[in-house]
């Protein structure tokens, strides 16, 4: 088991070099619900951010995107995840909530950049 994760970290870097997106993370278990903050690199002005889910969960589970502690965008993942999202933004970080209903296994890659003036 531990082999298989080390192969699959592995793949995920290795996409992650390939990625037009500033930034990556792992979502590391993704069987617990977990509130992950997304920050921008550049401290000059964001206008924008563009986030993209990628992998598979094995059960049910949502991802949100949070302004002002309340859903702005919302979705509902099972099975193959892929998923993007883009829209104006012009804070330094954003809050993203994952919320694991069932799942009992899976890889869930965020890559997300926050354009910048």
């Known amino acids: 088991m531990q082999m298989e994760k080390l192969i699959t970290l592995v793949i995920a870097l290795l996409l992650a070099a390939c990625s037009n997106?500033?930034?990556?993370?792992?979502?590391?278990?993704?069987?617990?619900?977990?509130?992950?903050?997304?920050?921008?690199?550049?401290?000059?002005?964001?206008?924008?951010?563009?986030?993209?889910?990628?992998?598979?969960?094995?059960?049910?589970?949502?991802?949100?995107?949070?302004?002002?502690?309340?859903?702005?965008?919302?979705?509902?993942?099972?099975?193959?995840?892929?998923?993007?999202?883009r829209g104006d933004w012009y804070e330094n970080e954003a809050i993203v909530q994952y919320n694991a209903s069932d799942v009992t296994e899976g890889r869930l890659i965020i890559e997300y950049s926050f354009e910048t003036l």
Do not use: C
Request: glycine share 6%; aromatic share 10%.
């Open 21 to 85: 997106y500033e930034q990556e993370l792992l979502v590391v278990d993704v069987t617990k619900s977990e509130r992950i903050i997304l920050k921008s690199k550049n401290k000059k002005y964001p206008y924008a951010i563009s986030i993209r889910g990628s992998g598979h969960v094995n059960g049910n589970a949502e991802v949100l995107l949070m302004v002002n502690n309340k859903p702005y965008k919302t979705v509902s993942i099972a099975g193959k995840v892929d998923f993007y999202w």
